[in-house]
Nanobody, 121 residues
C-alpha cells in the first residue's frame, strides 16, 4: 500500500503562486505515476497533471504554461508549482498514485486527503 499526504494549499490573491507537495510513503518503489487532481465545490474531480516513474509529464490544457509537476530531491515527494493563479483555480487539490497489482492484471489507486487552494482578492 501507499499513503499520500498533500500540503501547501492556502489563500492566495489572483496572479499569485503556490507550491503544493505530495509526500508518499509505503511501497513507493512500485508506484507507476503520481497525479494531481482538483475538485471545486459541486464539480467533478478533474485531472491536472501527472508524472511517471520514468519522468514523463503531462498536463491538462488549463494547466499548461502555468503549472509544473516535478519530483523533489527526496524520491518520495512530488510538487505542483502553480503560477498566475486565478479564482477558477479554487479547489481542493488531491494527489493520486497508481501501481500495478502483483499479477499485473489490474491497477491500484491511492489518494491523499487533499489540500485546499483558494484564489481570491
Amino acid at each position: 500500500q501507499v499513503q499520500l499526504v498533500e500540503s501547501g494549499g492556502s489563500l492566495v490573491q489572483p496572479g499569485g503562486s503556490l507550491r503544493l507537495s505530495c509526500v508518499a510513503s509505503g511501497r513507493i518503489g512500485s508506484i507507476n505515476a503520481i497525479y494531481w487532481y482538483r475538485q471545486a465545490p459541486e464539480k467533478p474531480r478533474y485531472w491536472v497533471a501527472s508524472l511517471t516513474s520514468g519522468g514523463d509529464t503531462n498536463y491538462a490544457n488549463f494547466a499548461k504554461g502555468r503549472f509544473t509537476i516535478s519530483r523533489g530531491s527526496a524520491a518520495n515527494t512530488v510538487y505542483l508549482q502553480m503560477n498566475n493563479l486565478q479564482p477558477e483555480d479554487t479547489a481542493v487539490y488531491y494527489c493520486k498514485a497508481d501501481m500495478p497489482s502483483p499479477s499485473g492484471s489490474s491497477w491500484y489507486d491511492y489518494w491523499g486527503q487533499g489540500t485546499q487552494v483558494t484564489v481570491s482578492s
